[in-house]
């Protein structure tokens, strides 16, 4: 974490933690939450939940951050995102998704990603992989819909996720998973 934060310091100051299945803002994150515009998703997110400002993130990181999951890099511009998507895949000790257009850079442990938690899910359980579906709208989705038995995009996916999923459903504000599940699965 040290390591993306340093190079990505003089790009972006809006960094997400996540922590223990829980999103979580670096104080310097928290503060700018009424001051920029939010994405819809995090608006709603951030709306549901009771968000603790934590200490500023140099202090996280000296202290370690136990139980750290992933990093995102929010509003960073697109050829920042470029130079450190390449930077951090060529050091090798991270799974990088990037998403340029949303400003958006991933970063976790290499191999942790959703398509790999649902193959999991799927061996622990003794479930068929072939009889699951996921919907998804992201960057970080495009393995997950790639390996499920139907992966479906959200209306608001980019192309690029629309192109590889089995079918395209209605955006996510307008109820796109119930829609789907209603019409082909109930």
Known sequence: ARSVCARAARHVDFFELFI????RLAQESFIQLGK??????HTAYFARSTLPSLPPLQRILEDGVQGLEELNLNYCPTKA???LAAALQAQGRYQVISVPEAGVLEATAPG?????????????QGLDIRRTAAFGDG????EM???????????NADNTLKAVADAVTAPYDQDGVAQFIEQYVL
């Open 20 to 23: 223990d299945g829980q999103v």
């Open 36 to 41: 920029r515009p939010l994405p819809p998703w």
């Open 81 to 83: 995102i470029h130079q």
């Open 112 to 124: 942790c990603t959703k398509g790999a938690g649902i193959r999991w899910l799927c061996e622990t």
């Open 139 to 142: 960057g970080n989705d495009l």
């Open 145 to 155: 819909l790639q390996t499920v038995g139907c992966g479906v995009a959200m209306g």
